[in-house]
């Protein structure tokens, strides 16, 4: 602000010098052509200003923009997901820098107005060289007028120096104040810390003790609460509630004592009579009630798997073998010589079987048999079947 303030000044002075300088004075044309191009100089600059200043709004934004879609790429490779960096670069990739953008939108306007300016600055040029001689009262003017700008330039310098050299100091004291405010800030958190820590240590401490005060333990219970948890007028007014209950109690104690020693001398001094109200029976009515039910035994059957061995009888086919009697009529008229020739031939099993005899002896051979038939029948079947084999082949 100081050099702007001070670059006009001295730009208005140079303009006094030149006019010295050119030893004319300016006619009423070549003011107006000046103030013409004082006018298309400024909106000139205002213009080149408000260009300058949009382009860096937006170039700004351009790199915010930018910077943002690069963070997000790099966590993004860092995360390992794959979808947000290919979309984040092709979003990155799609950014412009809108500086020539600007440029081209401000072009036509600064086209249009540089020729203007040009051109008013040549008329300026072409009246003020026609304008007549400078006056001795013209250059006394002028020179007054420098010095004027001289005095307001110096007056204008001293007073933003004095404001530089203000500002100097508000920013030392500042950076002072700060600095302490750092220095005061540390030693307050160290001393939190520490505070945190005893209070962390005084807590520690304090649980033990407030969980083991029946106090506290009580209100804990009545306030539902825990007994760390309860304040100092919550365990106040339970402890006064406490103690006057005791008090009470123990000054009862003395006349309840009494009376009660002297209901006993009056029942002792009461000749012993036999009495069964009906409340006392039906007290202990109950009382007999709820004993046989906490004591009764109930059977209960409680399932549960077992394998029990199941033997079933299966039917066995017993094979019968039933004898029959087979007759082999030999042509002899010594059955003992039969006989021993048999004995020699024959199974000694299938020898008792075998029964010789003579004709005319049928009847006595057949009831031979038919007992032997019945003993046999009672043997085992193998044996059995296997004799009655025999005897048939014989």
């Known amino acids: ?68 879609y690069v963070d997000r790429v790099k ?12 979309r984040n670069e092709e979003g990155l990739n799609k950014l412009t820098n809108p500086r020539l953008k600007k440029e081209a939108e401000f072009a036509p306007k600064l086209a249009e107005l540089e020729p203007a300016v040009a051109a008013a600055r040549t008329e300026y040029e072409r009246l003020r060289q026609d304008s007549p001689p400078m006056t001795l009262q013209d250059k006394q003017r002028l020179e007054a007028r420098r010095n004027d700008l001289e005095k307001l330039y110096d007056g204008t310098a001293a007073d933003w120096d004095r404001k530089l ?101 009056r029942i002792g001094a009461q000749p012993e009579v036999q009495r069964d109200s009906k409340l006392s029976r039906l007290l202990r009515r109950m009382l007999l009630r709820w004993r046989w039910r906490r004591v009764r035994k109930v059977l209960v ?40 020739a048999l004995d020699r031939e024959l199974p000694p099993e299938v020898i008792d079987v075998v029964k010789v005899s003579a004709k005319g002896q049928y009847d006595q051979l057949e009831k031979d048999l038919e007992g032997e038939l019945k003993l046999d029948l009672d043997q085992p079947a193998t044996r059995a079947k296997r004799g009655g084999r025999r005897a048939r082949t014989t």
């Not at 966590?75 to 290919?86: F, H, I, N, P, Y």
């Not at 009545?222 to 919550?234: H, I, L, N, R, S």
């Not at 406490?242 to 109690?249: Q, V």
């Open 301 to 340: 059957q409680v399932p549960f798997d077992r394998q029990v061995e199941k033997r079933v009888e299966v039917p066995v086919e017993v094979e019968k073998v039933v004898k029959e009697i087979l007759y082999v009529p030999i042509l002899t008229d010594d059955p003992e010589a039969l006989r021993r």
């Open 165 to 265: 050299d203000e500002a100097r100091t508000a920013l030392a004291a500042a950076q002072e104040v700060a600095t302490r405010k750092s220095e005061t800030l540390a030693k307050n958190q160290q001393r939190q810390e520490a505070i945190a820590t005893e209070l962390s240590r005084l807590e520690t401490e304090r649980l033990p003790v407030a969980r083991n005060d029946q106090i506290r333990r009580l209100a804990a219970r009545w306030y539902g609460q825990k007994p760390e948890d309860v304040t100092d007028a919550q365990a106040g007014t339970v402890s006064t509630i406490w103690f006057a209950s005791l008090a009470f109690i123990a000054a009862l104690a003395g006349p309840i004592t009494a009376m009660v020693a002297l209901a006993l001398q």
């Open 75 to 86: 966590s993004a490779r860092e995360t390992g997901d794959l979808a947000s960096v290919q």
């Open 1 to 68: 602000m100081a050099d702007t303030e001070r670059d006009k000044l001295r730009a208005r002075i140079t303009e006094v010098d030149e006019e010295l300088q050119a030893a004319t004075t300016l006619s009423p044309a070549a003011a107006r052509a000046k103030e013409l191009l004082e006018e298309k100089q400024a909106a000139l600059s205002a213009l080149v200003e408000r260009r300058d200043r949009e382009i860096k709004d937006a170039v700004e934004q351009f790199e915010r923009q930018r910077d943002s």
